[in-house]
């Protein structure tokens, strides 16, 4: 079942912060989150597995909520490298894994 | 971390032949690959999970005669288009997950993208 995800597109100022959520209405067994670049191949940012799981990278972070139905990625302080497209990915069960089922993304455009 | 690479990287065929796309695993063994499909501005769709050594398994509605996967070793799975038309381009992604240990993490190759004239 494809996890949604919002907003489908946001733009930013150099500086400013973006949350991007992603949710289930089934518990998950993990989530993780991707960012691809236009004409590239995704790259993993972070995998959440644990309900109320926080983690992040430099100024790139992510939740997970304490019931696994929703996640949400936090870009602080973003920078232009961090344009592109996120999806969050995610699994039910860890049966099979790598499995994932993918969201229909959120386009990020950070300018100047 | 770990990589996979895909070629080519993108392939123009004429409609009714055949186009073959490999992921190898660069640095890892991969047990199972994984392939997807990707129209212009939308989400990766899963076709396929690629068993190495075993037959791949096809998700819902994607023709496993059109779509031949083989995994014939621990760090390769090809991807053959047959008889590609043009309803087939469209950029292809294939992914894995190091095996043992896993905890979620997929490694992309770069995509191929084929253009079916």
């Known amino acids: 079942q494809q996890p949604v995800q919002s907003p489908q597109a946001v733009i930013l100022r150099e500086g400013e912060d973006a949350v991007i959520n992603c949710s289930s209405s089934?518990?998950?067994?993990?989530v993780h989150w991707y960012r691809q670049k236009h004409g590239e191949a995704p790259v993993f940012l972070m995998i959440?597995?644990?309900?109320?799981e926080q983690k992040g990278h430099d100024k790139i972070s992510a939740s997970f909520n304490e019931k696994k139905q929703q996640s949400s990625l936090y870009l602080t302080a973003s920078q232009l490298s961090y344009s592109g497209t996120y999806f969050c990915?995610?699994?039910?069960?860890?049966?099979?894994?790598?499995?994932?089922?993918f969201g229909d993304g959120t386009t990020l455009t950070v300018k100047p | 971390g770990a990589v996979v690479s895909q070629h080519p990287s993108w392939v123009i065929c004429k409609s009714g032949t055949s186009v073959k796309i490999e992921c190898r695993s660069l640095?890892?063994?991969?047990?199972?690959m994984f392939w997807y499909r990707q129209f212009p501005k939308q989400s990766l769709m899963l076709m396929a999970t690629s068993n190495e050594g075993s037959k791949a398994t096809y998700e819902q509605g994607v023709e496993k005669d059109k779509f031949l996967i083989n995994h014939a070793s621990l760090t390769l799975s090809t991807l053959t288009v047959t008889s590609a038309h043009p309803e087939d381009s469209s950029f292809y992604i294939c992914s894995a997950a190091t095996s043992g240990g896993y905890a979620g993490e997929l490694f992309f190759g770069e995509g191929s993208r084929l253009t079916v004239l």
């Open positions: 959440l597995l644990k309900g109320g």
């Open positions: 640095d890892f063994q991969a047990t199972t």
């Open positions: 990915g995610t699994e039910l069960n860890n049966t099979n894994a790598g499995k994932s089922t």
């Open positions: 089934k518990a998950l067994y993990s």
